[in-house]
């Protein structure tokens, strides 16, 4: 049996359209900015990482969990769920990262329907270029702009917001689970 846990419950489906609960000017305003600063800061990350490496944000995503692991390895389904991406979209990702050399799959021993993600040593090193370039982006466009109070404000912001969308309960309509 699992320990009762402190987070907020899932998010429950939205009302019908008469009981819709609209956002109030401010909400407007404050959904409205992380939207915009979101979808900037996405677009940023992906033009630095392919000017420098040639690759999208969530492929450097993708390196640098592998880089992270132990003998540089995950199996496909871990890796998806790190990634908060599809099984479908990470195949194609793992796919493109082959090509170049920098990913290669191997059949996992204890399960013949089950692959291991590794990160070759190419792609290590390509992670190690690019890696430099991407810290300096997130620094100015994040942490050089937050005091040391809004940095810890935001990352816990960011942590209930995560948490509350990656419900515990079997069944849940969570993408790597697709």
Not at 56 to 79: D, F, N, Q, W
Not at 119 to 127: F, I, M, N, R
Not at 155 to 178: F, H, T, Y
Request: proline share 8%.
């Amino acid at each position: 049996m699992k320990a009762p846990s402190s987070a907020p419950a899932p998010v429950p489906d939205p009302p019908p359209a008469e009981e819709t609960r609209w956002l109030s000017d401010e909400e407007q305003r404050v959904w409205r900015s992380y939207i915009e600063a979101t979808t900037l800061l996405e677009d940023h990350m992906d033009r630095q990482l392919q000017r420098d490496a040639g690759m999208p944000h969530i492929y450097y995503g993708l390196l640098v969990k592998l880089a992270e692991s132990p003998h540089r390895r995950l199996r496909m389904t871990e890796l998806a769920m790190h990634a908060k991406i599809t099984r479908s979209r990470l195949s194609h990702a793992v796919a493109r990262l082959e090509k170049n050399g920098w990913v290669r799959r191997e059949d996992c021993p204890s399960d013949k329907r089950g692959q291991f993600a590794v990160l070759t040593d190419e792609g290590h090193q390509v992670l190690r270029r690019s890696a430099p370039g991407h810290v300096a982006l997130v620094r100015h466009a994040v942490f050089s702009r937050l005091t040391p109070e809004q940095q810890k404000s935001l990352g816990e912001i960011m942590r209930i917001i995560a948490e509350g969308l990656q419900p515990d309960e079997a069944g849940a309509d969570l993408p790597w689970l697709r």
